[in-house]
């Protein structure tokens, strides 16, 4: 589809951002909100995860002007999981352009689940939605490197610029998760099958198996998802990570994607794009205002946290966050035309 756009610039109208004591306190009426959800379940088909405590749970918020405020477990690192999928798709898109990954794997939800084989049948191999694994796998593979090790890297220093520090692997989960990912054995297989995956698809899968292994904590997530927010400078650093380009593209791939098949009531009731993670961190991103991060492993039926939806529901009503609230532009008491 062309429509002729690419050299016009974005017009940025997203309102002024919240105060940061309105910030401040309403993260903790969030929190108190939130915290006697019991419903949902730890993940546990990664062996490694099954022990995590579901007890746990932290919000944060980080603004555009590099201002950090949280509560409750911000600072208790768990894996990146499913979040790399968005950080990664946006590396990979500053490199190779937003053209070649929608025609290698396209930017739509297929509305099934995120480790769905059925997608790529359906689709003749095309993997439609680059936040489910068969759209995360085929953009792995896109990224830059002359081996298996050269890519992990050039992910590792993306991801950590994108947090404003240098992030770890977790070598326990890791080893848990490979050996565990049959599955995603399965789908790079058979998108090498189809053409869409031009180097060893088990070293894919053992690249994206470690992306998914990086430790990160709410704070963490929450810097990350600013980044996307301020046009690609991280709030902390000060870096410029992606272009303002690249943070539109991610963020509407997000919009449509983020929340695995659930992502079209998430955009309905939270009005924001965001993206979610097996151990329990949704990120959530306010353009030209702040990254929304929450943390609780309780997990629905889609994958998603309990906890932290509920939460980021309320900050983006109360913070003037939601991308789809409008009030009458007619305030003078005029009768409308």
Same mark, same amino acid.
């Given at each position: ?153 050039? +992910?590792?220093? $993306?991801?950590?610029?994108? *947090?404003?520090?240098?992030?770890? /692997? @977790?070598? &326990? ?111 959530? +991103?306010?353009? $030209?205002?702040?990254?929304? *991060?929450?943390?609780?492993?309780? /997990? @629905?039926? &889609? ?35």
């Amino acid at each position: 589809m062309d429509l002729d756009v690419s050299a016009v610039p974005y017009t940025v109208a997203t309102g002024a951002p919240p105060s940061s004591d309105d910030v401040a306190e309403a993260i903790h009426v969030a929190y108190d909100r939130s915290l006697d959800l019991t419903d949902g379940a730890v993940a546990d088909y990664i062996p490694e995860l099954a022990d995590t405590s579901p007890d746990l749970f932290g919000i944060c918020v980080a603004e555009v002007d590099g201002t950090v405020q949280g509560v409750g477990d911000v600072d208790h690192p768990f894996t990146i999981q499913s979040i790399s999928k968005a950080f990664v798709w946006a590396l990979v898109c500053e490199e190779i352009g937003d053209e070649k990954l929608i025609d290698l794997i396209g930017v739509n939800n297929t509305g099934l689940a995120f480790d769905s084989v059925m997608s790529l049948e359906l689709n003749d191999g095309h993997p439609m939605n680059p936040m489910g694994n068969a759209g995360a796998l085929a953009t792995t593979a896109l990224v830059p490197g002359d081996s298996p090790d050269e890519q992990w890297e050039f +992910i590792r220093k $993306g991801l950590s610029r994108f *947090a404003g520090k240098d992030l770890e /692997l @977790d070598e &326990a989960v890791y080893r848990s998760e490979s050996a565990s990912n049959q599955r995603n054995q399965g789908i790079a297989r058979l998108l090498e099958g189809y053409g869409r995956i031009g180097s060893n698809p088990l070293d894919v899968v053992d690249v994206y198996t470690k992306q998914c292994s990086l430790l990160v904590t709410a704070t963490d997530i929450a810097v990350m998802g600013a980044t996307l927010a301020d046009g690609g400078i991280n709030p902390i650093t000060g870096a410029r990570v992606v272009s303002e380009t690249v943070c539109h593209d991610t963020l509407a791939v997000l919009a449509a994607s983020g929340l695995y098949q659930n992502s079209g009531e998430w955009l309905f009731r939270i009005g924001l794009p965001g993206k979610s993670g097996v151990t329990g961190g949704i990120v959530t +991103i306010a353009p $030209g205002k702040a990254g929304i *991060a929450t943390f609780s492993p309780r /997990l @629905d039926a &889609a994958g998603n946290s309990v906890r932290g939806q509920r939460a980021t529901a309320y900050l983006s009503r109360r913070l003037g966050f939601d991308l789809f609230a409008s009030r009458p532009h007619n305030t003078s008491g005029k009768s409308p035309r």
